[in-house]
């Protein structure tokens, strides 16, 4: 039987470290636990599959779910964050502007070298090769906010930006394949 949802997971917490890309981020101890707690939510869609985003604080998240699911957990490169250099920590406020102009102009470059649009087409490309041959109940993809967002965004009625704002760490959508239909929303799945 061929996938019938898609459950996009918003990593742990990670440490904040302003002298490193977010990409180079690594899970906070709490984000440890963060993560052995969200395994026990996501097991009740049944994942035979579970694939991450290389980056660290994704891809250790996917690595605990995976051992506390009896599962192995694979790496996808597509699977990303939007590409973001090193940037000085900013409050919340600045952040939040920052990123509703990434939704507000989805083909400008607002945060580093790619825009809210190639990083949707990159990731859309990823989830659809994972569930081309995915032959499982869930696939659970590891991912970050922006990049979830942006995909919900593109396939529901809804403000991508306010889903994005609500996402905490760890959080999760879950949706219908083959329509992308926005079943569920986990804000906070710690």
């Given at each position: 039987m061929k996938s019938t949802a898609l459950v996009l997971v918003k990593h742990?917490?990670?440490v904040l470290d302003p002298s490193k890309p977010a990409k180079e981020w690594r899970l906070a101890a709490e984000g440890e636990l963060q993560s052995k707690r969200l395994a026990s939510r996501l097991r009740a869609f049944a994942p035979l599959r579970l694939v991450?985003?290389?980056?660290?604080?994704a891809?250790?998240?996917?690595?605990?779910?995976?051992?506390?699911?009896g599962l192995?957990?694979?790496?996808?490169?597509g699977l990303r964050e939007l590409d973001r250099p090193v940037l000085s920590l900013m409050s919340k406020a600045e952040?939040?502007?920052?990123?509703?102009?990434?939704f507000a102009d989805l083909d400008r470059r607002i945060l580093g070298a790619e825009s809210g649009r190639n990083a949707l087409d990159r990731f859309s490309a990823a989830v659809g090769a994972e569930l081309a041959w995915t032959e499982a109940q869930s696939l659970?993809?590891?991912t970050h906010g922006t990049v979830i967002s942006l995909f919900v965004g593109a396939h529901n009625e809804i403000d991508a930006f306010e889903l994005w704002r609500k996402l905490a760490c760890p959080s999760f959508v879950v949706l219908e394949v083959p329509s992308f239909s926005l079943r569920e929303v986990m804000a906070d799945a710690a």
């Open positions: 742990a917490r990670p991450a985003s290389p980056e660290p604080k891809s250790r998240t996917g690595q605990l779910v995976a051992a506390e699911l192995q957990v694979s790496s996808v490169e952040y939040e502007r920052k990123n509703a102009a990434i659970v993809v590891i």
